[in-house]
């Protein structure tokens, strides 16, 4: 038999579908798509992808930098103006970091095997751009000519003389040989290992980018194999003995790192803000060419609304391009830089995937809610996955709610899908979560290419990025002129999903304990997701002036309704 409580949800839940479920946020974020659907083409997105996906980029190299100055120059055009030669009233600005790094840059310029006797090269960075592991130093200009040693595992490699000889190995991971090449005079390391989730039966020529770690007293080499590549070879050994021609041009150099930091000042809260984040490194086209190229192209349709007189935004929107997650949390950390507080962030990482090529979907990675400690029903990880959490971990808060609705807005309109994973972390939203600011991730996975060099132009879709940077644009434009209307809105929303969070695992959990589960780690479960949606209608708070008590015990008494309708088992 239900329970009353249970029989209100059911009932709530009726009421929330015809009203607030259907249309939660309609009112509040038609305006700003009519604005920016028209503007958003995905042009310049595009545009900047294809000039950045050419390089190999990490922190200070050429690639990297090249990016940099390229976003400045869009940024000036469409309006923004170097920090030190702007007017205090002066509203779109943006500047350039610069920092000393603790070691130096690195690119490969061109690299090669090539099997003795045989007529044409094993692997060429011409076809494999990722085969040299990043910090490899070079060869000498002839190459260096070895006879390849099958390293079976590591205790087979700690009985062998490998001096002058090159490691291969497809058992044994690369810390381990690049242990016997400093030690044991090995030559260097030929490896491979690809992720089943990469498909290496199906991309025969992929390469998944690998490092080294940088050694100036003990400079070496390493080169990551594809399957074919490595099949190959492994027939040549099972004919007997195998030398290869190993030839490597590399540029280690000392540099700076820069960061690109672009500021849309608020015309009433200037000093509260929402701060978008994406990394320039990495030498993919969709990772993460596109999250650089879509938050340009977001950062140029700001300025031009604004200056046409379509758009005012209350509070501060800020865009930051760096170092993957280091650049991100020291602009967290080094608040002196910055006058703002920041409200919000939000992570564009492999934005603009052509999904029938990937097979990759576009997700949202939310901030750590229970999903993230019990996965079930269709909450589902990725196949990069995610380290089991608690419930002390979890980060209840409006904004997964409310991107999510969003993002399923612009999906219904586009015809595109959208979809949620449970917190996973490893990219630039993670910085802004450790230092309690809510924070999510927008992205692509399970991608076949991911960090392959087959990870290229072709690719990448204009019309994702155009999808992706029109749904972000809205969600932050109606984040920083909220106001009264905007907290109704979410309150109507959070209850909404509420209801339907707690209906969706009772009748998890009813099947759970049918199938002998307990019911008393059942009913943890459906008492942890009403505290955190108690908690994250509470986090709505954040968006009602200090002094405005009405709205404080409206959005107390809502969260209080949450708790009482908690179903019991």
Same mark, same amino acid.
């Not at 055009?77 to 840059?105: C, H, S, V, W």
């Given at each position: 038999?239900?329970?009353?409580?249970?029989?209100?949800?059911?009932?709530?839940?009726?009421?929330?579908?015809?009203?607030?479920?259907?249309?939660?946020?309609?009112?509040?974020?038609? @305006?700003?798509?009519?604005?920016?659907? @028209?503007?958003?083409?995905?042009?310049?997105?595009?545009?900047?992808?294809?000039?950045?996906?050419?390089?190999?980029?990490?922190?200070?190299?050429?690639?990297?930098?090249?990016?940099?100055?390229?976003?400045?120059?869009?940024?000036?055009?469409?309006?923004?103006?170097?920090?030190?030669?702007?007017?205090?009233?002066?509203?779109?600005?943006?500047?350039?970091?610069?920092?000393?790094?603790?070691?130096?840059?690195?690119? @490969?310029?061109?690299?090669?095997?090539?099997?003795?006797?045989?007529?044409?090269?094993?692997?060429?960075?011409?076809?494999?751009?990722?085969?040299?592991?990043?910090?490899?130093?070079?060869?000498?200009?002839?190459?260096?000519?070895?006879?390849?040693?099958?390293?079976?595992?590591?205790?087979?490699?700690?009985?062998? *003389?490998?001096?002058?000889?090159?490691?291969?190995?497809? #058992?044994?991971?690369?810390?381990?040989?690049?242990?016997?090449?400093?030690?044991?005079?090995?030559?260097?390391?030929?490896?491979?290992?690809?992720?089943?989730?990469?498909?290496?039966?199906?991309?025969?020529?992929?390469?998944?980018?690998?490092?080294?770690?940088?050694?100036?007293?003990?400079?070496?080499?390493?080169?990551?194999?594809?399957?074919?590549?490595?099949?190959?070879?492994?027939?040549?050994?099972?004919?007997?003995?195998?030398?290869?021609?190993?030839?490597?041009?590399?540029?280690?150099?000392?540099?700076?790192?820069?960061?690109?930091?672009?500021?849309?000042?608020?015309?009433?809260?200037?000093?509260?803000?929402?701060?978008?984040?994406?990394?320039?490194?990495?030498?993919?086209?969709?990772?993460?060419?596109?999250?650089?190229?879509?938050?340009?192209?977001?950062?140029?349709?700001?300025?031009?609304?604004?200056?046409?007189?379509?758009?005012?935004?209350?509070?501060?929107?800020?865009?930051?391009?760096? *170092?993957?997650?280091?650049?991100?949390?020291?602009?967290?950390?080094?608040?002196?830089?910055?006058?703002?507080?920041?409200?919000?962030?939000?992570?564009?990482?492999?934005?603009?995937?052509?999904?029938?090529?990937?097979?990759?979907?576009?997700?949202?990675?939310?901030?750590?809610?229970?999903?993230?400690?019990?996965?079930?029903?269709?909450?589902?990880?990725?196949?990069?996955?995610?380290?089991?959490?608690?419930?002390?971990?979890?980060?209840?808060?409006?904004?997964?709610?409310?991107?999510?609705?969003?993002?399923?807005?612009?999906?219904?309109?586009?015809?595109?899908?959208?979809?949620?994973? @449970?917190?996973?972390?490893?990219?630039?939203?993670?910085?802004?979560?450790?230092?309690?600011?809510?924070?999510?991730?927008?992205?692509?996975?399970?991608?076949?290419?991911?960090?392959?060099?087959?990870?290229?132009?072709?690719?990448?879709?204009?019309?994702?990025? #155009?999808?992706?940077?029109?749904?972000?644009?809205?969600?932050?434009?109606?984040?920083?002129?909220?106001?009264?209307?905007?907290?109704?809105?979410?309150?109507?929303?959070?209850?909404?999903?509420?209801?339907?969070?707690?209906?969706?695992?009772?009748?998890?959990?009813?099947?759970?304990?049918?199938?002998?589960?307990?019911?008393? *780690?059942?009913?943890?479960?459906?008492?942890?997701?009403?505290?955190?949606?108690?908690?994250?209608?509470?986090?709505?708070?954040?968006?009602?002036?200090?002094?405005?008590?009405?709205?404080?015990?409206?959005?107390?008494?809502?969260?209080?309704?949450?708790?009482?309708?908690?179903?019991?088992?």
């Amino acid at each position: 038999m239900k329970s009353p409580s249970f029989l209100s949800i059911v009932f709530l839940l009726i009421t929330f579908n015809t009203s607030a479920q259907k249309a939660p946020l309609q009112k509040l974020t038609n @305006p700003y798509f009519k604005l920016v659907r @028209p503007e958003f083409n995905g042009d310049l997105a595009y545009e900047t992808v294809a000039f950045v996906e050419q390089y190999w980029r990490i922190a200070g190299n050429t690639g990297f930098n090249n990016t940099v100055f390229r976003i400045a120059e869009k940024l000036e055009a469409a309006g923004y103006i170097l920090e030190e030669k702007a007017k205090q009233t002066d509203q779109f600005t943006y500047r350039i970091e610069n920092r000393k790094m603790k070691q130096p840059t690195w690119e @490969p310029v061109s690299c090669s095997v090539k099997i003795v006797g045989a007529n044409e090269n094993l692997l060429s960075s011409e076809t494999n751009r990722n085969m040299i592991y990043q910090y490899s130093s070079s060869t000498p200009a002839e190459g260096i000519t070895g006879e390849v040693v099958y390293i079976e595992s590591k205790n087979a490699l700690s009985s062998l *003389d490998v001096k002058g000889k090159i490691l291969f190995s497809d #058992q044994v991971d690369y810390t381990t040989l690049q242990a016997a090449v400093g030690k044991n005079g090995a030559l260097g390391v030929l490896t491979y290992d690809m992720p089943e989730y990469l498909q290496p039966e199906k991309n025969t020529t992929s390469i998944q980018f690998r490092s080294l770690r940088y050694d100036k007293k003990n400079p070496t080499w390493a080169m990551a194999l594809s399957l074919e590549a490595k099949e190959k070879l492994k027939t040549e050994l099972a004919k007997g003995k195998v030398e290869v021609l190993v030839k490597a041009e590399t540029k280690i150099y000392d540099s700076e790192e820069l960061t690109v930091v672009a500021n849309v000042k608020g015309s009433e809260l200037p000093l509260e803000s929402l701060v978008f984040s994406a990394h320039i490194q990495e030498p993919g086209a969709n990772d993460n060419a596109t999250g650089v190229g879509t938050q340009l192209e977001m950062a140029t349709i700001t300025s031009n609304l604004i200056q046409k007189g379509k758009l005012n935004l209350k509070r501060t929107l800020t865009f930051l391009w760096g *170092d993957e997650i280091i650049s991100t949390r020291r602009y967290i950390e080094e608040k002196e830089k910055r006058q703002t507080n920041i409200n919000w962030g939000i992570s564009l990482d492999m934005v603009g995937e052509n999904t029938d090529l990937t097979g990759g979907t576009f997700l949202i990675e939310k901030m750590p809610d229970p999903s993230a400690i019990w996965t079930r029903g269709e909450d589902k990880h990725s196949e990069w996955g995610g380290a089991p959490m608690t419930v002390e971990q979890m980060k209840p808060h409006y904004l997964n709610d409310f991107i999510l609705t969003n993002f399923e807005a612009q999906g219904t309109h586009a015809d595109w899908l959208v979809k949620s994973n @449970p917190f996973e972390g490893g990219s630039d939203h993670t910085p802004f979560l450790q230092a309690g600011i809510p924070g999510l991730l927008l992205w692509h996975f399970t991608d076949q290419f991911y960090h392959t060099d087959n990870d290229r132009l072709d690719k990448v879709s204009q019309k994702t990025m #155009q999808n992706v940077g029109t749904a972000a644009l809205v969600s932050a434009f109606a984040l920083l002129n909220a106001d009264k209307k905007t907290v109704n809105h979410m309150m109507s929303l959070i209850a909404a999903k509420a209801q339907i969070r707690l209906l969706t695992e009772v009748q998890l959990s009813k099947k759970a304990i049918a199938a002998g589960g307990s019911k008393e *780690d059942e009913q943890k479960i459906i008492d942890t997701w009403a505290d955190y949606y108690a908690k994250s209608m509470d986090s709505i708070k954040d968006l009602v002036p200090e002094d405005d008590e009405k709205t404080f015990r409206r959005i107390t008494l809502a969260k209080e309704a949450i708790k009482a309708q908690v179903p019991q088992l």
